[in-house]
């Protein structure tokens, strides 16, 4: 049986999910700091009598009702202080117990037929030879809700203790995200492949190697500053931006729908996505880096979809010459897969950004990174089977951090740096080109430092 400190933790908790209250919220209406309300409910020091009775003004209910467990609680919890907009489904109280198998329905008597009744023909077998498409069960409520309850119910269980409740969520993320992901294609115009045939090219050489996709990660340096810097010419002030959750941004890529087919020619399909042979235009333009990476090897290379469709665009605005394609690997494919997810992602992240919850945020984080890096061949993630998706949300990545590099060029900031998935110097006033904060469309900064003088 619980004890009474062990069942006050478990109200807490469960209110300030019910409230869409955080730690520091809380713990600023009750006199406390939100430290030493993380310490009272990991059980590291003791709830005293007086903090219930703030906590029970707070929330507007008798000390004793609050007392009386976290159903209870919940049912006397004032109307006015359970949020109007955007309220998700109610979280569980206690860990769900499991459910009882559905009875068997038992086989309806036949009545015989009068003897002079034929009995009715059969009806005749469907004669199609197409495989039938698994149906996905629709989700209880909006997607962000399977987020926003799986945060409740590890905080539930955690007893309220936040540091293990976030160890518990990154440790499920591989199958909360997979989870997700069914409940987003639920409704979706066309089912797509989740194990396919790997196409040679996407098969690694070696049992713990790479196959030869390039994927375009950059790391460049603004040559011709860097040696002026060095000999003392220039001096300059530069500071290093951060792109905010780049996979997660990347998400909105277009990704293969089937299986990989191959063809051969220099024609490209928009409406199809996969990997591409081609032999890369040279890059003409020294003071942007190109988007194919850190590659230094000339010739022919495989590269993904985002990769082509950016040298693509670069030819068009005269950066580079022409990618020619020698042959490919693709199938139709759609930009919108996992825009469902990614928009549930997105909405979850900024509302834990805006209430300082961290374990909500670390949780969102784990499962965007991790859907990233085991949907090609892991052994923590066996529900699908997608290098290419991979390869290509990554390339996606470093697409996007090109674009955020030509952005800034084009306003009249100096790049002088790009590695990474989301890492950017420049030098000027980058804040009237990029907004600032931890949004999915903003940039931080990481770090100034001045490049020349003494360098």
């Excluded at 900031?413 to 110097?425: A, F, K, P, R, W």
Aim: hydrophobic share 40%; charged share 25%; net charge positive.
């Amino acid at each position: 049986m619980m004890s009474t400190e062990e069942t006050l933790r478990l109200t807490v908790a469960a209110l300030m999910q019910l409230t869409r209250e955080r730690q520091p919220d809380v713990a600023a209406a009750i006199g406390l700091t939100q430290p030493q309300l993380s310490r009272r409910q990991s059980g590291k020091s003791a709830w005293t009598l007086t903090d219930c009775d703030r906590l029970a003004a707070h929330w507007g209910m008798p000390t004793l009702d609050l007392l009386a467990g976290p159903t209870h609680a919940a049912g006397c919890l004032p109307a006015a202080r359970r949020p109007t907009v955007g309220t998700q489904t109610a979280m569980p109280l206690a860990p769900p117990a499991p459910e009882p198998p559905a009875p068997r329905r038992a086989a309806p008597v036949a009545t015989p037929a009068p003897a002079e009744t034929a009995p009715a023909p059969a009806p005749a077998a469907a004669t199609s030879s197409a495989p039938r498409t698994p149906r996905r069960a629709a989700p209880a409520g909006p997607l962000p809700d399977l987020i926003r309850d799986r945060v409740a119910a590890a905080l539930t269980e955690a007893g309220g203790d936040a540091d293990a409740a976030q160890a518990a969520l990154i440790k499920s993320a591989v199958p909360d995200v997979m989870r997700l992901f069914a409940a987003s294609r639920v409704g979706g115009r066309y089912e797509h492949s989740e194990f396919p045939a790997t196409a040679d090219i996407l098969q690694k050489r070696r049992q713990k190697g790479a196959d030869s996709i390039w994927e375009g990660r950059p790391k460049w340096r603004a040559a011709d500053l860097h040696r002026a810097a060095r000999a003392g010419h220039i001096t300059m002030e530069v500071t290093a931006l951060d792109m905010n959750a780049a996979y997660l941004a990347a998400m909105k890529a277009w990704l293969p729908i089937g299986k990989l087919v191959h063809s051969e020619g220099d024609q490209h399909d928009p409406k199809r996505s996969g990997v591409h042979l081609v032999d890369p235009g040279e890059w003409t333009t020294p003071d942007l880096p190109s988007p194919l990476g850190s590659r230094q090897e000339p010739g022919p290379l495989w590269i993904t979809e985002p990769t082509l469709r950016a040298l693509i665009r670069c030819a068009k605005m005269d950066l580079c010459a022409p990618p020619k394609i020698m042959e490919s690997w693709t199938s139709g494919a759609s930009e919108g897969l996992l825009e469902k997810m990614r928009r549930a992602l997105v909405t979850v992240r900024d509302e834990a950004i805006a209430n300082n919850d961290e374990v909500t945020t670390e949780y969102v984080k784990s499962m965007y990174s991790k859907f990233v890096s085991t949907i090609g061949e892991s052994a923590a993630n066996r529900e699908i089977r997608r290098p290419d998706w991979m390869h290509i949300i990554r390339s996606q990545a470093f697409v996007n951090l090109w674009l955020k590099a030509h952005k800034a060029h084009e306003a009249g900031l100096t790049v002088v740096q790009m590695s990474g998935t989301d890492e950017l110097h420049v030098s000027g006033n980058w804040r009237e080109v990029f907004p600032e904060g931890r949004g999915l469309s903003q940039v931080k900064a990481k770090n100034m430092y001045t490049l020349g003088g003494t360098e």
